[in-house]
């Protein structure tokens, strides 16, 4: 099976071909695959003892009656930027990036955070998930209180870490040797990590690395379907838990925004 580089077209563009149901006026064709899906999810999650608040999202978001799901995807890339790994795919795959569409794709919204959770919902059993935020928002510098001191830097961490910048051709993104026993290998350069950007050549590898192994992936994701689907787990009703999503991911206008959707 061969790998299709996707051609390289603007953000804007994807962004229009992207299906963002929350958009007001979306297509709405609701398909029975809709029920598998949801019934594996929920099944998974039992499974897992996920808690109940994010089983709550779930069975909001497959309870709205208006959402399209005739058209599983294949793969999905969150903080896309300059979208590597999407153009690596050969099969269908969807990229999402604030710099896409700075409403419908913002995570930190309602409908941003909505629309990508729909994303992640509709990918089929076996699917890609490729997630890469930016590096500065996990590092501590980001948690100072008094950012005023380090104002100037701080913005210079972000502007490193912007993932839709391209980065220059005389930066070390990648280094080609060989090693002890004469094999040709390559790796990280030393411009790599600054760049916060995947050379396109890492999307590619990746794809054909999932291509490979495909049909195993895919097996193994239906093994754990029945298994889950048999096991009949139970879902982590503790309070504290639950609190704990709801107060520290703020889910509660998430919440509320899904089910006004309904």
């Known amino acids: 099976m061969g790998i299709r580089v996707v051609k390289r077209v603007s953000n804007k563009a994807r962004a229009a071909n992207v299906e963002m149901p ?3 006026g979306a297509s709405t064709k609701p398909a029975s695959w809709k ?6 999810m929920l099944a998974g999650l039992a499974f897992m003892k996920a808690p109940m608040v994010i089983v709550a999202l779930c069975t909001l978001l497959f309870n709205n009656a208006g959402l399209k799901w005739d058209k599983p995807s294949d793969h999905v890339e969150l903080f896309a930027g300059d979208h590597a790994i999407t153009s690596g795919e050969w099969e269908e795959a969807i990229p999402m990036d604030l710099r896409y569409d700075s409403q419908q794709q913002d995570i930190l919204t309602d409908v941003g955070f909505s629309n990508m959770l729909y994303q992640v919902a509709n990918l089929r059993p076996g699917g890609g998930l490729w997630a890469a935020p930016q590096c500065s928002s ?3 510098m980001s948690l100072i ?3 005023y001191s380090c104002e100037r830097e701080m ?6 870490a912007d993932r839709s910048l391209v980065p220059p051709k005389s930066t070390e993104m990648v280094v ?3 090693d002890s026993t004469g094999k040709k290998r390559v790796k990280g350069g030393a411009d790599m990590i600054a760049s916060q950007s995947y050379p396109r050549s890492f999307g590619r590898a990746y794809a054909r690395l999932r291509t490979r192994h495909l049909q195993t992936i895919r097996r193994r994701a239906n093994e754990f379907h029945r298994r889950a689907l048999r096991a009949q787990g139970k879902f982590d009703l503790k309070h504290n838990k639950n609190k704990l999503w709801m107060d520290h991911a703020n889910l509660g206008p998430i919440l509320s925004f899904l089910a006004k959707q309904r």
Not at 35 to 40: A, I, M, N, S, V
Not at 155 to 160: F, L, R, S, T
Request: hydrophobic share 25%; proline share 0%.
């Open 35 to 40: 029920t598998k899906q949801k019934q594996r």
């Open 145 to 147: 209180s008094d950012q």
């Open 155 to 160: 913005q210079d961490i972000n502007n490193h």
């Open 138 to 140: 996990w590092i501590f």
């Open 22 to 24: 929350f958009k007001k």
């Open 176 to 178: 080609h040797y060989v």
